[in-house]
């Protein structure tokens, strides 16, 4: 485990649209991560905070199944990663 203070993150779900604009943002919390950093297996962190990474279409049923308010829209390019919130 990297020595991250998790309480001091945060986490975006942002989808980028074909003229790389963040069209669609959502943010995520502790527990929603934990629910689905299992579905990226070629992370190198336990948060998903020290990358961004992408999030292919075939993931968006798993992690919807994970996290019921996220929404994915046609057409944008989506990306997860953390970020140090400000204290």
Same mark, same amino acid.
């Given at each position: /485990?990297?020595?991250?203070? *998790?309480? *001091?993150?945060? !986490?975006? %779900?942002?989808? !980028? $649209?074909? $003229? &790389?604009?963040?069209?669609?943002? *959502? &943010? ?5 991560? %934990?629910?689905?950093? $299992?579905?990226?297996?070629?992370? @190198? @962190? $336990?948060?998903?905070? *020290? ?11 798993? /992690? ?10 046609? &057409? =944008?390019?989506?990306?997860?990663? &953390?970020? =140090?919130?400000?204290?």
């Amino acid at each position: /485990m990297n020595n991250i203070n *998790t309480e *001091t993150l945060g !986490w975006n %779900l942002i989808g !980028w $649209d074909s $003229d &790389g604009q963040a069209s669609h943002i *959502t &943010g995520l919390n502790r527990v929603e991560i %934990l629910r689905i950093r $299992d579905l990226f297996p070629g992370r @190198d @962190d $336990d948060f998903l905070e *020290t990358a961004v990474h992408e999030v292919p279409p075939a993931l968006y049923s798993a /992690m919807q199944s994970a996290i019921p308010h996220l929404e994915f829209r046609e &057409g =944008l390019e989506y990306q997860i990663g &953390g970020f =140090l919130l400000s204290v």
